[in-house]
Antibody, heavy 122, light 108 residues
Framework: QVQLHESGPGLVKPSETLSLMCTVS?????????WGWIRQPPGKGLQWLGT???????YYSPSLKSRLSISLDTSKNSFSLSLTSVTAADTAIYYCATETTSGGKLGDFAYWGQGALVTVSS | SYVLTQPPSVSVAPGETARITCGGD??????VHWYQQKPGQAPVVAIF???DRPSGIPERFSGSKFGSTATLTISRVEAGDEAAYHCQVWDKTSAQVVFGGGTKLTVL
């Protein structure tokens, strides 16, 4: 069973960088699949942020591409999110998830972490 | 950019059938995935690749597509089905994942 767990600061100051790590167990991130980040502002819907596949191919939301970076760390079997120049609008629950892929298309998010609430405030 | 449209809310009585729609251009040519999200929990796949149901999801849950709309149907609705439901696709043209706005299912 694949399990994911997000970790990182719960409070980030405006204009600073939000960094989160997702630790994966039960599956080697270098063996396959893609690894994504999704967020959910309080009381709102899901917003995809970006996905990186085990091949190194990455996909980012156009609205966040200039501020967003996702990386894989095979030594720690984890992947990370970095979002620069944050504002209050970036306050949300951040989820990491596995994403299936087939024929060059991204698929469903089969396994999710429990989510990490990140608040942007001074 | 690609947009998926869901009704904000759907209400049904126990034992009835709930239909949650997800509208989008050319959705017939995309794979649609549905997630169930209960309060305070992470989303869980309810239907993937349009029609497939993961193990652990009751047979009462089914997916369909017609024209520009995909539909999640929940038959014989139970109180435990009360949750938010989100649809999701991969838009190849823009190379991005898109979620619908989510639908809150209320069991009366």
């Amino acid at each position: 069973q694949v399990q994911l767990h997000e970790s990182g600061p719960g409070l980030v100051k405006p204009s600073e960088t939000l960094s989160l790590m997702c630790t994966v167990s039960g599956y080697s991130i270098s063996a396959g699949l893609c690894w994504g980040w999704i967020r959910q502002p309080p009381g709102k819907g899901l917003q995809w942020l970006g996905t990186m596949c085990h091949t190194g191919t990455s996909y980012y939301s156009p609205s966040l591409k200039s501020r967003l970076s996702i990386s894989l760390d095979t030594s720690k079997n984890s992947f990370s999110l970095s979002l620069t120049s944050v504002t209050a609008a970036d306050t949300a629950i951040y989820y990491c998830a596995t994403e299936t892929t087939s024929g060059g298309k991204l698929g469903d998010f089969a396994y999710w972490g429990q989510g990490a609430l990140v608040t942007v405030s001074s | 950019s690609y947009v998926l449209t869901q009704p904000p809310s759907v209400s049904v009585a126990p034992g009835e059938t709930a239909r949650i729609t997800c509208g989008g251009d050319n959705i017939a040519n995309k794979h649609v995935h549905w997630y169930q999200q209960k309060p305070g929990q992470a989303p869980v796949v309810a239907i993937f690749y349009d029609y497939d149901r993961p193990s652990g999801i009751p047979e009462r849950f089914s997916g369909s597509k017609f024209g520009s709309t995909a539909t999640l149907t929940i038959s014989r609705v139970e109180a435990g089905d009360e949750a938010a439901y989100h649809c999701q696709v991969w838009d190849k043209t823009s190379a991005q994942v898109v979620f619908g706005g989510g639908t809150k299912l209320t069991v009366l």
